[in-house]
């Protein structure tokens, strides 16, 4: 019998701007998605109303080496409507 190999965070973190990560199945096709916050990732499940005990949801750990990713927030200022 084949031993299953625990997949590397490299493999299910791409992207190093999206932390946050879901897995499901919508019929006989596997979803995976990458979010940016956790958010997006709740706004997604609720959206599509998927069922909390059938999804797999993962969240990278963040750098022993002290760097930081990048804010997901913008500093953007808006002008006032005439």
Not at 58 to 70: A, I, L, Y
Request: a positive charge.
């Amino acid at each position: 019998m084949p031993v299953k190999k625990k997949q590397e965070p490299k493999n299910l973190f791409p992207h190093s701007e999206f932390p946050f990560r879901l897995e499901y199945m919508d019929g006989n096709d596997k979803i995976i998605c990458w979010f940016s916050s956790k958010h997006y990732l709740d706004k997604h499940i609720k959206r599509y109303k998927l069922n909390k005990k059938k999804i797999k949801i993962d969240e990278r750990e963040t750098p022993n080496d002290g760097t930081q990713s990048k804010s997901t927030t913008t500093h953007r200022k808006t002008r006032k409507k005439n």
